[in-house]
């Protein structure tokens, strides 16, 4: 199934893969920090650092 580039993110997905979903397609590597909240059971920062 081919799926316009803008529309891509609004597809069913995990929510790690949505935020780094743009970054495959940047030039580089990239690294992601993310401090998790046990009491929420969610990400609590994101650290996006590109290299």
Known sequence: ???NMSE???LP???DIRIRFD????EGTFEIQTVWDE???KAEKIHIINT
């Open 1 to 3: 199934m081919w799926v």
């Open 8 to 10: 891509v993110k609004y």
């Open 13 to 15: 997905m995990q929510e």
């Open 23 to 26: 970054l495959f397609f940047k």
């Open 39 to 41: 009491s929420t059971n």
